[in-house]
């Protein structure tokens, strides 16, 4: 997030936006901390290239720094979620605090130059989509880390043929591991989604479209708080009525949306007053709106992306997900299966 704002008017300046307790720098570096011991994350003598971003995804270099990298690239942009020079000063700000300053560059696009001593490359936003002419410059020995699981892998993000074709592993992170966890955060974050829709989840009927292994998390984390919840795999095998809310949890497809113009008309015919709530997977939010269905959120988030972030709610699960990424990406490297087995899935 920004750490300062200005005003269109000259000479007057905007507060900046307030940071959230839980956010706080020190705060961030200690999680970095835990999480590191706690997987046993060793970087040592490695090269990282990696994202500069605002808010806690910006802890990435500093995790990689803190665990030994000998030398982190971190690549900052303009993008949504913050400017490019906000990116800049928070990076140097934690790295400073975290003590490793001195071994993150920040910089403001690819180094292309440099891609020759790179060992790990992650799959972050700054740097997708990772292409052919950027695999190709990369040693033989390095790995690219996709910062989450396997079986989540978009084909708009790496040329997948040009890693096999340089024998360039691609590696997954297994989110549900005991050291990582991050799996468990999917309960509150679909309870996050309903309050900031407006459904209270305690006592509402929930309809849950989920064809993956999310389902078990989600449906948990709404039962958990006192939903009456009804699953099924497509919009179209939802039978029953009276729903308060239908929420989406679908696996994106490369090629059409997961709730079409027929799987609206099929919700509106049984669930004509639920909340159409997306939490993963595209919509024709189109047909859903032509069938006067109330959709949430109200900005449709990228092709292939979830509708909220892991750090709505806290920056932990962002914490544990980068650590553990860059983990399996050294389990990858160093070959070293032993070390955490299950941790790392090859893609």
Known sequence: MPLNGSSDLPGLMTPPPRLRPGFAPGRLIQLARERIARLDLDLGGLTVLTEAATGVYGVTPIIAAMAGARRVYAVARDNRYGACVDAIRWCERLGVLAGVAQRVAV???????????VDIVTNSGN???????TIDALPQRAVIALMFEAWEFREADIDLAACRRRGIPLVGVNERHSDVDVFSYLGPLAVRLMHDAGVPVYGSKVALLCDNDFALYVAAGLIGQGAQVTEARSASGLRGEGYDAVLVALKPSETADRIDAQDAAHLSSIAPHAIVIQLWGDMDRVALS???LAVWPAEAPS?????????????????????????????????????????????
């Open 290 to 292: 032509r069938h006067a």
């Open 127 to 133: 740097l997708r989509p990772i292409q052919a002419a």
């Open 303 to 347: 092709l292939g992306h979830m509708a909220i972030l892991l750090s709505d709610i806290g920056p932990d699960p962002v914490v544990r997900l980068q650590a553990g990424g860059l983990k399996a990406a050294e389990i990858t490297f160093r070959r070293t299966t032993a070390d955490r087995p299950g941790l790392a899935e090859a893609v």
């Open 107 to 117: 910089l403001e696009r690819l180094p292309e130059a440099l891609l020759g001593e």
